[in-house]
């Protein structure tokens, strides 16, 4: 079945970039997502990619995909204090997703 | 706008005392999950269903029911709630299984 794996933690300075990372196991993942945790709250959508792409950009955010690799990351620009969250991605498999552990972002001013 | 609102926010229930958390969704999708999330742990789904559909996880256990009495609600409902059972309640929905999902907010459930 599918495993989908992430660092735990990031720190990252106010203002530059931050990078989480994720590997997954199941190459017939269609869509892979990226989704934020605020303390206390669900799970907010971020932005997926589809299977056949292996780059998208959405003002702040850049996904890039590596399907020979099965790595999938998550590029935050101008990294803000509003950025602290909990970021876990996921893959579809058996008509569910699953889900990684979650990387912690910690922004320090 | 179209959301997925789950009530209430936060619960108390006692040791053993039966308790129901509520989810709502104005998306119209077909699909609606419930996920159980302790802390600094990724969500655990506990079931979902695909229309009236009912699937359930294999180590969900049977102290954990659900219904779906039409396609906006969906209820859990948790018959004698353990220590252990304390935890973030989420309800999600998708508009096809495998698709992205959109959460409510959570409720936090406290079993004193």
């Known amino acids: 079945g599918e495993d989908v794996e992430q660092s735990l933690f990031l720190s990252v300075r106010e203002g530059d970039s931050s990078v989480i990372n994720c590997t997954y196991t199941?190459?017939?993942?269609?869509?892979l997502y990226w989704y934020k945790q605020e303390p206390g709250a669900g799970l907010q959508l971020l932005t997926y990619?589809?299977?056949?792409?292996d780059m998208k950009q959405d003002q702040r955010l850049t996904v890039l995909l590596n399907k020979k690799d099965k790595h999938l990351s998550l590029r935050i620009a101008d990294t803000q204090t509003g950025d602290s969250a909990i970021y876990f991605c996921?893959?579809?498999?058996?008509?569910?997703?699953?889900f990684g552990q979650g990387t912690e972002l910690s922004v320090k001013p | 706008d179209a959301m997925v609102i789950q009530n209430p926010r936060y619960q108390v229930t006692q040791f053993g005392k039966p308790v129901t958390l509520s989810c709502s969704q104005t998306?119209?999708?077909?699909?609606m999950y419930w996920y159980q999330q302790k802390s600094s742990q990724a969500p655990k789904l506990l079931f979902h269903?695909?229309?009236?559909?009912?699937?359930n996880e294999a180590d969900t256990p049977d102290n954990f029911q659900s219904r779906r009495p039409n396609t906006s609600f969906c209820f859990l409902d948790i018959r004698s709630p353990g220590l252990g059972d304390a935890a973030m309640y989420l309800c999600?929905?998708?508009?096809?299984?495998?698709?992205?999902?959109?959460f409510g907010p959570g409720t936090r459930l406290t079993v004193t």
């Open positions: 990619i589809f299977s056949n792409m």
């Open positions: 269903y695909y229309d009236k559909d009912f699937n």
């Open positions: 996921a893959a579809p498999q058996g008509g569910k997703l699953i």
């Open positions: 199941d190459s017939s993942s269609t869509y």
């Open positions: 998306l119209n999708h077909n699909v």
């Open positions: 999600a929905t998708s508009s096809e299984a495998g698709g992205e999902q959109y």
